[in-house]
């Protein structure tokens, strides 16, 4: 049984930080590209940022230069450093895992989902 596990998420001021974590169980993570999207209310999910299995990255334009996604084989374990949080980035956030090689950006790509985290940054 597949699961993706997210943790981190939680209330923060404009201009803060936050680390989310996803951890992976049921698959061959090392195997896997894994995302990150967000939806906040009233808005459709949106792509935040990918990494490859092989270690390649892209992220959204909205948070580049801020976001870091990176990831850790060892412990199945996907990981977006959160800088210079504004309010905009309030969302629910969602990591994904599929097969398809390379960077994947289209969220039906992606073949297993978490449950969600929620972000609220205040002004």
């Known amino acids: 049984q597949v699961q993706l596990v997210e943790s981190g998420g939680g209330l923060v001021q404009s201009g803060g930080s936050l680390r989310l974590s996803c951890a992976a169980s049921g698959i061959i993570f090392r195997f896997y590209a894994m995302g990150w999207y967000r939806q906040a209310p009233g808005k459709q999910r949106e792509f935040v940022a990918t990494i490859s299995s092989g270690g390649s990255t892209n992220y959204a334009d909205s948070v580049k230069g801020r976001f870091t996604i990176s990831r850790d084989n060892a412990k199945n374990t996907v990981y977006l450093q959160m800088n210079s949080l504004k309010p905009e980035d309030t969302a629910v956030y969602y990591c994904?895992?599929?097969?398809?090689?390379?960077?994947?950006?289209?969220?039906?790509?992606?073949?297993?989902w978490g449950q969600g985290t929620q972000v609220t940054v205040s002004s």
């Open positions: 994904a895992a599929t097969l398809k090689l390379g960077v994947r950006t289209t969220g039906n790509e992606y073949n297993y």
